[in-house]
């Protein structure tokens, strides 16, 4: 892919820390990074592992993820990934957020969408880049993006083979939400 490899000696969780997915249990790491650049775009992938729990209880979660910075990317901090219909009614019961469209029932019935500010979050998911995610419902896309930064996974660890796929995945949202 032409691209640097750069292992577990790499900086995304210094630079990422801040987002959702990288504040999740604890003994962190990246692993099996590769690194590249490809015009205003800086992009990472890696295999991204955390545990919860302790002891007995103690529980390892993996997936590949994949990291872009751009200088056409400028977000509100918003979160979406797939919705899960029975866990995601009881935790709205338990006062879960889920920023829903009343005009836009394929979207919302597909998504969990969570930002800091609902209104700049209501505003920026305008219809085009809610159907663009509607037309891929099922296919796992969890987002996470704030500023500059977009984090990209499907929940799940995927095979060396694939990397290109996903990047190019994360490519793809990167033109929706930069819108261009």
């Not at 891929?136 to 993006?145: D, N, P, Q």
Request: overall charge negative.
């Amino acid at each position: 892919l032409g691209i640097e490899y750069l292992g577990h000696q790499n900086d995304v969780l210094s630079r990422c820390g801040h987002m959702k997915l990288f504040s999740k249990g604890h003994s962190r790491r990246m692993n099996n990074a590769i690194c590249g650049e490809t015009g205003n775009e800086k992009i990472t992938l890696g295999d991204y592992r955390y545990t919860t729990g302790h002891t007995k209880n103690r529980r390892h979660h993996s997936q590949t993820v994949c990291v872009l910075q751009s200088d056409r990317l400028n977000v509100p901090h918003c979160f979406l990934r797939p919705e899960v219909a029975f866990f995601d009614s009881i935790g709205s019961l338990l006062g879960g957020q889920d920023i829903d469209f009343a005009d836009d029932p394929a979207f919302s019935g597909a998504y969990v969408l969570q930002g800091d500010s609902e209104v700049v979050v209501r505003e920026f998911f305008d219809a085009d880049i809610r159907a663009w995610f509607a037309e891929r419902r099922g296919r796992g896309f969890h987002v996470e993006f704030r500023g500059d930064t977009l984090v990209f996974h499907t929940g799940k660890s995927r095979e060396p083979d694939e990397a290109k796929q996903l990047m190019q995945q994360a490519l793809e949202i990167l033109n929706v939400l930069a819108k261009g």
